[in-house]
């Protein structure tokens, strides 16, 4: 063993950083979003486990909000990746569009759900 993990682990990140570094701003930025909704739905999890969960269809709406709205950063980041060749036809203008409609029918249902 001539390399301890903590050596290892820190190679890890130094090569992630350094690939993340390439990556363009409007990716970075639609990572920052997802990071958000995602951090925003651990806070309301840990608020519901220590005050209590009495309006369970507040919380429900909250945290699914937070998730949906996340999984649809993630698709709309595979989608205006240049690198990726699977959506190489698709501008961006229309992922960007199908991501705003597609988060307004996510908000309607929720906005349904709480009554």
Known sequence: MA????????ALFHSLRSAYAA???NL????LYVAFAVSTALIQVVYMAMVGSFPFNSFLSGVLSCVGTAVLAVCLRIQVNKENKEFKDLPPERAYADFIL???VLHLVIMN???
């Open 3 to 10: 390399r301890s993990i903590g050596d290892d682990v820190l």
């Open 23 to 25: 990556t363009p701003k």
């Open 28 to 31: 970075k930025i639609i990572d």
């Open 102 to 104: 597609c988060n307004l």
């Open 113 to 115: 759900f709480l009554g």
